[in-house]
């Protein structure tokens, strides 16, 4: 059964740097989504992205991140100088027919 | 705007007991709702959706809901638990008329199954 994969499982990285999460949809979706969790908290909408842009955007999604579909099949998020309030569970979901398939997520632990 | 509210966070229940999780929405538009699963150090796992048409759904692992657009509830039930079922569920909606919107999810209830 397709599934949607997430790399890497777990990310530790020091306060400003960069980092990229990546995601591979399910090769015949159209709609692509990144969601987080902070530990204790709710599942937290980040941004979706259709037909090569944004198509929306949570407050939570400020200029720090951006995201990209760079060749046609990954998807990834990029925060560019990470915080200590960016550590949580990121999760990319893609979507056909209404319906969001999630990946197991990667965990982002700033230090 | 949505909302969701689950007014469990914990359930504890013994193995082959029914159980149900509640979840709640606030929405001024017409709704898709969801509910996933989350095993221990797993991701979210579709569990069953209402997008239209009959309001009981059925799920995977014999779960199914119900949705009520009167009391604008969407609760999670089993008649008879196992073990392997204790994890985390987390209710969703999303705007309807095939709008590929976000979901809104709910705190999640963790449910406990007990032998």
């Known amino acids: 059964e397709p599934e949607v994969t997430q790399t890497p499982s777990h990310q530790v990285t020091q306060m400003g740097q960069e980092v990229i999460l990546r995601c591979v949809p399910i090769?015949?979706?159209?709609?692509f989504y990144w969601y987080r969790q902070i530990l204790g908290q709710k599942v937290e909408f980040l941004v979706s992205?259709?037909?090569?842009?944004?198509?929306?955007k949570s407050e939570i999604f400020d200029d720090q991140f951006s995201v990209e579909r760079p060749d046609g099949s990954n998807f990834t998020l990029k925060i560019r100088s990470t915080k200590l309030e960016d550590s949580a569970m990121y999760f990319c979901?893609?979507?056909?027919?209404?319906?969001?398939?999630f990946g197991a997520g990667t965990r982002l632990s700033v230090l | 705007a949505q909302s969701v509210t689950q007014l469990d966070s914990q359930v504890p229940v013994f193995e082959e007991a029914p159980v149900e999780l509640r979840c709640n929405y606030s929405?001024?538009?017409?709704?898709?709702l969801f509910w996933y699963v989350q095993y221990p150090n797993q991701g979210l796992q579709l569990l069953l959706k209402?997008?239209?048409?009959?309001?009981l759904v059925k799920g995977i692992n014999g779960f199914e809901a119900e949705f009520n657009k009167s009391q604008t509830s969407f609760h999670l039930r089993k008649p008879s638990v196992h073990i392997s079922d204790t994890a985390e569920y987390f209710c969703?909606?999303?705007?309807?008329?095939?709008?590929?919107?976000?979901?809104?999810f709910g705190k999640g209830t963790k449910l406990s199954v007990k032998p």
């Open positions: 929405s001024s538009v017409s709704v898709y």
């Open positions: 969703a909606v999303s705007k309807g008329g095939g709008s590929q919107g976000n979901l809104i």
């Open positions: 090769s015949n979706h159209l709609y």
């Open positions: 979901a893609s979507g056909v027919k209404n319906i969001q398939y």
């Open positions: 209402y997008l239209s048409g009959s309001t």
């Open positions: 992205f259709y037909n090569n842009e944004i198509s929306e």
